[in-house]
Nanobody, 117 residues
Framework: QVQLVESGGGLVQPGGSLRLSCAAS????????MGWYRQAPGKQRELVAS???????NYADSPKGRFTISRDNAKNTVYLQMNSLKPEDTGVYYC???????????WGQGTQVTVSS
């Protein structure tokens, strides 16, 4: 089993920055890809960014150039640095980890990000 705990969400003004953290624990040998998803009110959950154990990254178009995903394997933690935040970035952000053998997805509880003046 894998447990994921997100933190770092909050209320920020447009143009501001926020740094999310996801601490992973459990049977981490099976995890390669981890990522961040978000879900805005009334919208489908969407991928924001992902990262492999080796550091290869992938970003959705809208946050590309503004967000940076990173990973500290020693701490079993994935981060999402969010800069130049826009109101449309508002939503619940979920940490995700995939079992590379079974393709099973693990999810954190989510952390709220609100961008508003």
């Amino acid at each position: 089993q894998v447990q994921l705990v997100e933190s770092g969400g909050g209320l920020v003004q447009p143009g501001g920055s926020l740094r999310l953290s996801c601490a992973a624990s459990g049977s981490l040998f099976s995890i390669n890809v981890m990522g961040w998803y978000r879900q805005a009110p009334g919208k489908q959950r969407e991928l924001v960014a992902s990262i492999t154990k080796g550091g290869s990254t992938n970003y959705a178009d809208s946050p590309k150039g503004r967000f940076t995903i990173s990973r500290d394997n020693a701490k079993n933690t994935v981060y999402l640095q969010m800069n130049s935040l826009k109101p449309e970035d508002t939503g619940v952000y979920y940490c995700n980890a995939q079992n590379r053998f079974t393709r099973y997805d693990y999810w954190g509880q989510g952390t709220q990000v609100t961008v508003s003046s």
